[in-house]
T-cell receptor, first 114, second 110 residues
Framework: DTAVSQTPKYLVTQMGNDKSIKCEQNLGHDTMYWYKQDSKKFLKIMFSYNNKELIINETVPNRFSPKSPDKAHLNLHINSLELGDSAVYFC?????????????FGEGSRLTVL | GENVEQHPSTLSVQEGDSAVIKCTYSDSASNYFPWYKQELGKGPQLIIDIRSNVGEKKDQRIAVTLNKTAKHFSLHITETQPEDSAVYFCAASPGGKLIFGQGTELSVKP
């Protein structure tokens, strides 16, 4: 039973399109994150939500809009996709915000913008 | 904000040799230092972590050392095996947000 699951795993789309990535965790955690991993493998935090409330927004363009319908789900919607948005997007969760402990990552969603 | 530097970016060793990866951090408020392993096509997975009140921690073939004064910490893998081949990330946490290093691609040759 997968702890943090993301869909889709692969996404290929044209510039200018709008797309969404979904994430669900069954660990009972309060806090969820989106990380972006670029072509050089660099992992950078984008957003953090705690129990549906936005906690961290790391100067991500407004085209990226996270939504958390409940504490087990965190979705990422991207408008007007650009070539530079091509990356692997990872969802992660932790027991609570401010928690200095293990993050549980999903397997990633590879977005390719043509 | 916190900045984490990781070296080397690539590391190739023979099976059975040791591998060492080093990281430095900038924010003295950081108090938690995990190491993640990322296999091809997978998400990062925690392999070991250390907190600021501890200088060294070991788990079988893996050990981590922390020097808070110098703001650096290291991962040591002994008796490397081909299945250790992966990308390894260090991270520092100045309060709930993990800031990752640039990653080290470790290749263990049989």
């Amino acid at each position: 039973d997968t702890a943090v699951s993301q869909t889709p795993k692969y996404l290929v789309t044209q510039m200018g399109n709008d797309k969404s990535i979904k994430c669900e965790q069954n660990l009972g955690h309060d806090t969820m994150y989106w990380y972006k991993q670029d072509s050089k493998k660099f992992l950078k935090i984008m957003f953090s939500y705690n129990n549906k409330e936005l906690i961290i927004n790391e100067t991500v363009p407004n085209r990226f809009s996270p939504k958390s319908p409940d504490k087990a789900h965190l979705n990422l919607h991207i408008n007007s996709l650009e070539l530079g948005d091509s990356a692997v997007y990872f969802c992660a969760s932790s027991p609570r915000t401010g928690f200095a402990g293990e993050l549980f990552f999903g397997e990633g969603s590879r977005l390719t913008v043509l | 904000g916190e900045n984490v530097e990781q070296h080397p970016s690539t590391l190739s060793v023979q099976e059975g040799d040791s591998a060492v990866i080093k990281c430095t951090y900038s924010d003295s408020a950081s108090n938690y230092f995990p190491w993640y392993k990322q296999e091809l096509g997978k998400g990062p997975q925690l392999i070991i972590d250390i907190r600021s009140n501890v200088g060294e921690k070991k788990d079988q073939r893996i050990a981590v050392t922390l020097n808070k004064t110098a703001k650096h910490f290291s991962l040591h893998i002994t008796e490397t095996q081909p299945e250790d081949s992966a990308v390894y990330f260090c991270a520092a946490s100045p309060g709930g947000k993990l800031i990752f290093g640039q990653g080290t691609e470790l290749s263990v040759k049989p």
